[in-house]
Nanobody, 126 residues
Framework: QVKVKESGGGSVQAGGSLRLSCEISGLTIRSACMGWFRQALGKAREWIIADIHPGRDPRSYSDSMKGRFTIEQDNAKNTLYLEMNSLKPEDTATYFC??????????????????WGQGTQVTVSS
């Protein structure tokens, strides 16, 4: 059984930083494609980055987050991180880590990411 657990959210002022963690069990990072998405209250899901897999270039989906958000993965801990800097009030949302078993030569499309956790809340005040 695959389980995903996000943590590290909190409340910060604009310009602050947070580091989110994504712990995965039942699926190794080396066999998975992973990503992060967020969902603000009353808004649709917004993908941040996906196709994260060792040896692959991940795919970013948001120009507003480029240069502010970076990813890091610790294969030994089977954990993915999202480092968020220069946070803005519009970054306020619940952040989710998603995972799916990697296909032989490619990562599945976004709708096929099967596993995610409860999310972690990020609140940025002005």
């Amino acid at each position: 059984q695959v389980k995903v657990k996000e943590s590290g959210g909190g409340s910060v002022q604009a310009g602050g930083s947070l580091r989110l963690s994504c712990e995965i069990s039942g699926l190794t990072i080396r066999s998975a494609c992973m990503g992060w998405f967020r969902q603000a209250l009353g808004k649709a899901r917004e993908w941040i980055i996906a196709d994260i897999h060792p040896g692959r270039d991940p795919r970013s989906y948001s120009d507003s987050m480029k240069g502010r958000f970076t990813i890091e993965q610790d294969n030994a801990k089977n954990t993915l991180y999202l480092e968020m800097n220069s946070l803005k009030p519009e970054d306020t949302a619940t952040y989710f880590c998603a995972a799916v078993l990697k296909r032989e030569h490619y990562c599945p499309a976004l709708p096929d990411y099967l596993y995610w956790g409860q999310g972690t809340q990020v609140t940025v005040s002005s």
